[in-house]
């Protein structure tokens, strides 16, 4: 399960790298629609390598709770951090998360 850090790192990484991306297209103006598709297609890409790279469940558990504890921490205390996937206009919609 140590030698699967730098897996585990680089998905991360994938679906940081795909919010941050979106974050930076809707703010050149991009349509909203787009640039939160762009985001879901950081964290699937990573998240469709799993199965491939990590030999138990643990690792995918981890990164997707850690995941989940980032948007739900930025939806309640920083609503501006992750502008590019921010939504259909529904707030207080928990599918928002």
């Not at 964290?43 to 469709?48: A, I, M, P, Q």
């Not at 790279?53 to 939806?75: E, G, K």
């Amino acid at each position: 399960m140590i030698a699967e850090i730098p897996y585990a790192i680089l998905i991360a990484g994938a679906a940081l790298l795909g919010l941050y991306l979106a974050n930076l297209f809707y703010d050149y103006n991009i349509p909203q629609y787009l640039s939160r598709k762009l985001g879901h297609l950081g964290g699937c890409v990573g998240f469709l390598l799993c199965p491939l790279l990590f030999s138990s469940f643990w690792w995918p558990l981890i990164l997707t709770t850690a995941f989940t504890i980032l948007l739900l921490y930025a939806r309640a205390f920083r609503p501006k951090t992750f502008r590019g996937v921010g939504g259909s206009g529904r707030p207080q919609a928990l599918a928002e998360i």
